[in-house]
Structures are given as structure tokens and as C-alpha cells.
């Protein structure tokens, strides 16, 4: 883990630690210019090597869902899920924080009136690029969430723009790409949260996380591709007085190969 204190971040120098979580650290930071005080919170970069297993980030997921729904079902929605708005409290329990941009959107109205583009790039989902957030615009975040638990990064880069360009536009690379470990039943229910229309995400935030436990519980198949090669079995020498060991080959016998005996010449006679 990099060491912040003494650092300048941004336009504070940090001075002093003063909690660490499982996502991010907080510093007291002193602004360079003004001499003002700020607790400044630095997210950890994540990296493959030190990923959370996958029944952590299920948990973690759930418990977020949880959160995210309720607010969902009192019609708001918060605009800016990602790790580092993600506190790790004793016993594993997680909180969502940072509610600074969360809007209220009329139930029956997603996709209505545009709301403005707030946000981390990031983990922005297409509607909410294009100024209307929903829900479903929540979920598409949760999901980046998880994917980058998963694979230690997230699904793009570049910059702003380039980042919002692949939102809208890009597939996401498939999970198994930067981490074979994942089955397919995980890799199906993160891919359908990240879908670009909110319409083919799960109907709630919380069926993605049911769907999560659910993939949790498949077990991993090995399927082993087939050898294009045919093993033959081993030729025995033949031997006189052996059976022949080629294979019996049946023809269907025309009338005219029947043989003809004297029994046969007699009934015929005339």
C-alpha cells in the first residue's frame, strides 16, 4: 500500500492519517495555499494480484443493493456509486456514502426530463451521460463496482471522453479475459448490468445482486476440448489358423448370386 503522508495531493499537503478502510485512506490534509483543513480520502488502486474472493464481493454487493434499493423505492437515485463512495465498517459491513449529487426522479418517469450529466466517468452508465439518470443508472455503477473487484480495474480507459464514448458505444471486455477464475454465470449477471439500454439490465438493483448470489453458488465446470486425433487400436499380426481380424463387411445378395444345387435343377424340372 502507497503512502500518502507527506504527499501533496492535489492542492493539500497531507499531514496525518487518520482511518484507513478496505477501499480508500483518509488524510488530514492542509490546503497549500490557504492553510485551511480538509479530510481528504484517497481510494487505493486495485490490482489482480490482490482481489477480494468471490463470495467478499457478493457480500458486499448484496449489502450495497440493499442500500441502493432503498433509496430506489422512495425515488432517488444516487448518481455516484463507485469504491471509493464505499466505506468498510467492523464485521464487514459496508455503507454507501456521498449523496451530494443524488437526485429525485418521478417513478414513472426514468428516462424523462434531462437531469444534467454529474458523475465519475468511470462508472457512469449511458443514460446518465446523456443527462438522464434512472434507477437502472445505479445498477450500471454497482456493476462497474463489481467488475473492478473482480479484475482489479475498470472496464475502460483513456480519458473523460474517450471513457464516455466506450460507455455508449463499447462492449466491455468479458471478464475472463483479465481473470480466468470467473464462471460464466458471474460473468453473465455483470454483463447484463453493464447492458447499454437500462431496459435489459435487471428489473431491480437487488435482482442483480440475487442473480450474483445465485452465480455464486454454480459450481465451476472444466470442459476439456476434444483431440482431433483418432486413437486407433493396435494392428495384430496375422497368423494362419487365426481369425481374420478385418471387419465383416454385409453386401444384400441379388437373386442371380443364389447358388444353384441339384435339388434346386430338380424342382424346376420340367
Known sequence: MFNWLGQQFGSYLLTALLGQGAFADVYLGEHVYYGTQAAIKVPRSGSQDELFSLDTIVNYARQIADGLQYIHDRRLVHCDVKLGNILLGPRNTVWLSDFGIAIDIPWLSFLGKSQGGAGTVDYMSPEQLQGKPCPASDQYALGVVVYKLL??????????????????????????????????????????????????????VWEFALALEQADRVPVVEIRPRSSVVNLPAVVPWRRGALDPSPLVLRNRSAIDLPVTNASRRRVAV
Open 151 to 204: 479484475t482489479g480495474d475498470t472496464p475502460f480507459h483513456g480519458n473523460d471522453r474517450e471513457i464516455a464514448e466506450q460507455h455508449l458505444y463499447a462492449t466491455p471486455p468479458h471478464l475472463r479475459s483479465r481473470f480466468l477464475e470467473i464462471t460464466p454465470a458471474v460473468e453473465w449477471a455483470v454483463r447484463r448490468a453493464l447492458a447499454k439500454d437500462p431496459h435489459m439490465r435487471f428489473a431491480s
